[in-house]
């Protein structure tokens, strides 16, 4: 019997990129993003500018993701969107828009949670990529978030553990901003250290009981770092500039390994599979690999398009949302904070 194939046009607009996907079922047709370089000069994202370019942005990809995907806006079976987290502006110009795209077609709208979609990434059918079987753990690093996740089912998450101050991100781009790299400057943290000895200069790793983690007293830590040896040698950053960042790196690297050795002790799960911008970073890749062997692991690891901020992830929630039928009408909100 030929089944109807379901076609979910996806949109992100958490932050600062504004993208849209076409998944057919669990596939993806396509996914676009356009990114805001505007941002770079002030050293971080300014919302009011960040919802003006989603403004500019989201009909032109809408637009592209619908031309590479191969179908028209008729075919479609529902619209996904990011409901929250993340600014209460960017997400309104996307939830405003797939409003009025889904009550201009009379097709579903299916809301998305912006952490979900990071974990359920894992389930877009990809050649070469495995998935993750119930139960399975999830760290999801964003620069907005750290949680470590129970995941019983596509709808049946548990938050073990989460960061009780700053996020991983937030300690990768501040620490970054201290040693005068442009913003995002996690990247660049992570370039440099491929180049450096992570023994070289040593961090106290923040004691916090439980699956709980805390970045700010670590950030506070290599600011008075940085401040003591360059008042002693004003080319202290230029002289060890690769080593601060492998330094830094391998202690973030511990602190989110030494909570999943935890999680995995407490909970008896050994399977992990990471999500969000930073799960991009390849010293936490390189460490989760050996992990495996080194401790029994399973990990899952997704594709770099599928780290950062991207409609695929809101496509493949939205698509096992529509097949619960876990639809909003027009009156359904947007939230800067949202739980699953």
Same mark, same amino acid.
């Given at each position: 019997?030929?089944?109807?194939?379901?076609?979910? $046009?996806?949109?992100? #607009? &958490?932050?600062?990129?504004?993208? !849209?996907?076409? @998944? /057919?079922?669990?596939? *993806?047709?396509? +996914?676009?993003?356009?990114?805001?370089?505007?941002?770079?000069?002030?050293?971080?994202?300014?919302?009011?500018?960040?919802?003006?370019?989603?403004?500019?942005?989201?009909?032109?990809?809408?637009?592209?993701?619908?031309?590479?995907?191969?179908?028209?806006?008729?075919?479609?079976?529902?619209?996904?969107?990011?409901?929250?987290?993340?600014?209460?502006?960017? $997400?309104?110009?996307? #939830? &405003?828009?797939?409003?009025?795209? !889904?009550?201009? @077609? /009379?097709?579903?709208? *299916?809301?998305? +949670?912006?952490?979900?979609?990071?974990?359920?990434?894992?389930?877009?059918?990809?050649?070469?990529?495995?998935?993750?079987?119930?139960?399975?753990?999830?760290?999801?690093?964003?620069?907005?978030?750290?949680?470590?996740?129970?995941?019983?089912?596509?709808?049946?998450?548990?938050?073990?553990?989460?960061?009780?101050?700053?996020?991983?991100?937030?300690?990768?781009?501040?620490?970054?901003?201290?040693?005068?790299?442009?913003?995002?400057?996690?990247?660049?943290?992570?370039?440099?250290?491929?180049?450096?000895?992570?023994?070289?200069?040593?961090?106290?790793?923040?004691?916090?009981?439980?699956?709980?983690?805390?970045?700010?007293?670590?950030?506070?830590?290599?600011?008075?770092?940085?401040?003591?040896?360059?008042?002693?040698?004003?080319?202290?950053?230029?002289?060890?500039?690769?080593?601060?960042?492998?330094?830094?790196?391998?202690?973030?690297?511990?602190?989110?390994?030494?909570?999943?050795?935890?999680?995995?002790?407490?909970?008896?799960?050994?399977?992990?599979?990471?999500?969000?911008?930073?799960?991009?970073?390849?010293?936490?890749?390189?460490?989760?690999?050996?992990?495996?062997?080194?401790?029994?692991?399973?990990?899952?690891?997704?594709?770099?398009?599928?780290?950062?901020?991207?409609?695929?992830?809101?496509?493949?929630?939205?698509?096992?949302?529509?097949?619960?039928?876990?639809?909003?009408?027009?009156?359904?909100?947007?939230?800067?904070?949202?739980?699953?």
């Amino acid at each position: 019997m030929f089944t109807k194939p379901t076609y979910i $046009l996806a949109i992100e #607009s &958490s932050c600062d990129d504004t993208s !849209a996907a076409v @998944l /057919q079922d669990n596939k *993806v047709l396509s +996914n676009v993003v356009a990114q805001q370089q505007i941002h770079q000069q002030y050293g971080g994202v300014v919302p009011e500018l960040a919802s003006r370019a989603h403004q500019q942005n989201i009909v032109p990809v809408v637009d592209v993701a619908l031309q590479k995907a191969g179908i028209s806006k008729q075919d479609l079976s529902a619209i996904a969107f990011t409901q929250g987290p993340g600014l209460m502006g960017s $997400l309104l110009v996307g #939830s &405003s828009f797939a409003k009025s795209m !889904a009550m201009a @077609l /009379q097709i579903p709208l *299916v809301p998305v +949670n912006h952490m979900h979609a990071h974990i359920l990434c894992h389930f877009i059918d990809e050649k070469d990529f495995d998935k993750p079987t119930f139960p399975f753990l999830a760290l999801t690093i964003s620069g907005g978030h750290t949680q470590i996740v129970q995941v019983n089912s596509f709808f049946d998450l548990q938050i073990l553990g989460q960061t009780t101050d700053d996020a991983v991100g937030e300690a990768f781009d501040k620490s970054a901003k201290i040693l005068g790299f442009d913003y995002p400057g996690g990247p660049l943290i992570d370039k440099w250290a491929k180049q450096g000895n992570p023994k070289a200069f040593s961090f106290t790793k923040p004691k916090v009981n439980g699956l709980d983690f805390s970045f700010s007293g670590l950030k506070t830590q290599i600011l008075y770092f940085i401040q003591n040896n360059t008042a002693s040698n004003p080319n202290f950053i230029e002289q060890n500039r690769a080593d601060i960042c492998a330094s830094i790196q391998h202690t973030i690297v511990e602190i989110l390994l030494d909570k999943l050795k935890l999680a995995v002790k407490q909970t008896g799960i050994n399977q992990i599979a990471i999500g969000g911008g930073v799960s991009a970073n390849s010293g936490i890749r390189e460490a989760l690999t050996k992990a495996q062997s080194k401790y029994n692991w399973k990990v899952y690891i997704p594709k770099f398009e599928y780290t950062t901020d991207n409609a695929a992830m809101i496509g493949i929630v939205g698509y096992y949302r529509f097949q619960e039928s876990l639809f909003a009408d027009a009156s359904v909100v947007s939230k800067a904070r949202i739980e699953f």
